[in-house]
């Protein structure tokens, strides 16, 4: 019998082996691959951790106490548990994420894919609940030549921005004084409950009161939260000038940007091109100029932003801008994936054509078995 067989152990146990050193192969061989937008959202991350290197020895330079423990990357943006201007609670595992520059790479993936072009107005609603995540969006404009149009409310949750006096009105002006940023807000309110500070002492509402004057931003301060709303949404269109705003940008939890604090859990974590306008207890600036067709950009959830986007939690150290998925992905090599299905394509081809052969010529012989030769009977003789 003829050795040669698709159904031979040898014939399948090679084909095995090929098939798994090809896997091996392909798996081992993939490469780095840029993402759309390396380069602008390269030049937005650098810039981001310029400028909070700026805040930190700005911080360093005046002697503040940088808490190595809640603050493990000694960024100075993270603040304290509470202070008079903590107006709600906040997650520290947020903050310190939200620290990392590549997240202004995810901001300019998220503008680039809004259709956003440089000379844009876009409108920006702050807190002061995420320094780093504030300064990753003025990165990300300021690199691709948008024109924002920025509101804050002061007051922060949780170990934000809520030193009283270096609030982020104070740092987003230090940062433009110093020109590493060439926007920043054009006006603010308290923040907090009804966008009045409710929550916070008389003292504490003074303190944010006293930051606005000092920034010589224009005072939001409307007794019901429709009217503070609606001042909102005046601005950001007198602030435009007449061009055409391109997208909202929602940063926090601020409650005129939201309406209700349960709208920013009903609406999506990152970019919305249409969003769907279900009954919202309270129609908040995002939700009013998504019912104008533009696209809102909404930055809370964070950790859904950064399951999205592959950035890690709460980092320790810092990751180097650029690191990340968000910048490169592992991908299979086309060239490599091809050699190996071809070569297994033509291995498996090989065997049944020779198989096939070896049936159509008869190789496999198998001799004819003669009939046994049977005894001659002697007739007996008559009786």
């Known amino acids: 019998m003829n050795k040669f067989s698709a159904k031979n152990i040898v014939v399948l146990s ?111 609603g702050y807190t002061g609940s995420f320094p780093g995540l504030n300064i990753s969006v003025l990165a990300a404009a300021e690199v691709l030549g948008l024109k924002p149009v920025i509101i804050t409310s002061v007051g922060a949750s949780n170990f934000g921005a809520n030193d009283p006096y270096f609030t982020w009105l104070d740092m987003e002006k230090y940062l433009y004084d110093k020109g590493v940023f060439h926007n920043r807000s054009v006006a603010a309110s308290i923040g907090g409950g009804v966008d009045l500070g409710r929550g916070l002492s008389p003292e504490g509402r003074r303190l944010i009161i006293d930051a606005i004057k000092r920034n010589n931003v224009e005072f939001i301060h409307e007794k019901y939260l429709e009217k503070s709303i609606a001042k909102r949404m005046s601005i950001y269109y007198e602030k435009a000038g007449g061009r055409e705003i391109k997208a909202y940008v929602n940063v926090g939890g601020g409650i005129a940007s939201l309406g209700a604090t349960v709208n ?29 067709k533009i696209p809102v950009i909404h930055l809370l959830n964070i950790s859904n932003l950064l399951d999205q986007y592959g950035l890690p939690n709460s980092p320790v150290p810092l990751p180097d801008p650029g690191e990340g998925e968000i910048f490169t992905q592992q991908k299979y090599n086309v060239t490599l994936t091809f050699f190996v299905a071809l070569l297994l394509a033509s291995a498996l081809i090989a065997v049944y054509i020779i198989d096939r052969k070896r049936h159509q010529l008869g190789t496999e012989f198998i001799p004819m078995k003669k009939p046994e030769d049977k005894p001659e009977v002697e007739l007996a003789s008559g009786i």
């Open 14 to 124: 090679v084909l095995l082996l090929i098939s798994i050193i090809g896997l091996f192969a392909v798996e081992n061989g993939k490469v780095e691959v840029e993402q759309r937008w390396y380069t602008e959202k390269l030049r937005a991350a650098i810039l981001a951790q310029d400028a909070a290197e700026y805040i930190k020895n700005y911080r360093l330079k005046n002697s503040v106490f940088v808490d190595a423990v809640n603050d493990p990357n000694e960024t100075a943006l993270i603040g304290q548990e509470y202070t008079m201007i903590t107006t709600d609670r906040g997650s520290i595992e947020s903050k310190l994420s939200t620290t990392n520059p590549n997240f202004a790479a995810v901001i300019v993936d998220m503008f680039l894919e809004a259709g956003l072009k440089k000379g844009d107005v876009i409108a920006v």
């Open 264 to 292: 920013g859990k009903i609406i999506k974590s990152g970019l919305s091109k249409l969003l769907d306008l279900q009954n919202f207890p309270v129609k908040g600036v995002m939700i009013q100029m998504a019912q104008k």
